[in-house]
Nanobody, 128 residues
Framework: QVQLVESGGGSVQPGGSLRLSCAQS????????MGWFRQTPGKEREFVAAISWRGGSTYHADSVKGRFTISRDNGKYTVFLQMNGLKPEDTAVYYC?????????????????????WGQGTQVTVSS
């Protein structure tokens, strides 16, 4: 069984940076897409970024464009989220997700329904 294990969360001051990692453990798998979502108490899980595992195409939410960058290391079955210029509103639990489903439209992978494997989440807190 494949599991996704996130790491790299923590506390940082506004303007700071963090790099989240999501590694596959157990049996590895070449997913179609992997993504990052975030969630705050009382709100729905929100799309942050996604990457095509084979082609490497990337997609970022408007709220993080220019500040966050998703990338992958196929050899290590790991996806990263580099977060720069962090703001207090970026505070959330960040979740890694993977999809075994192929869809022609990349918009499919901007929603939680597009993913069938989830990590346990890692807390990111941005505060002065």
């Amino acid at each position: 069984q494949v599991q996704l294990v996130e790491s790299g969360g923590g506390s940082v001051q506004p303007g700071g940076s963090l790099r989240l990692s999501c590694a596959q453990s157990g049996r590895t798998f070449d997913y179609y897409f992997m993504g990052w979502f975030r969630q705050t108490p009382g709100k729905e899980r929100e799309f942050v970024a996604a990457i095509s595992w084979r082609g490497g195409s990337t997609y970022h939410a408007d709220s993080v464009k220019g500040r966050f960058t998703i990338s992958r290391d196929n050899g290590k079955y790991t996806v990263f989220l580099q977060m720069n210029g962090l703001k207090p509103e970026d505070t959330a639990v960040y979740y890694c997700a993977a999809s075994t489903r192929y869809r022609r439209s990349a918009y499919y992978y901007a929603g939680t329904d597009g993913y069938d494997v989830w990590g346990q989440g890692t807390q990111v807190t941005v505060s002065s």
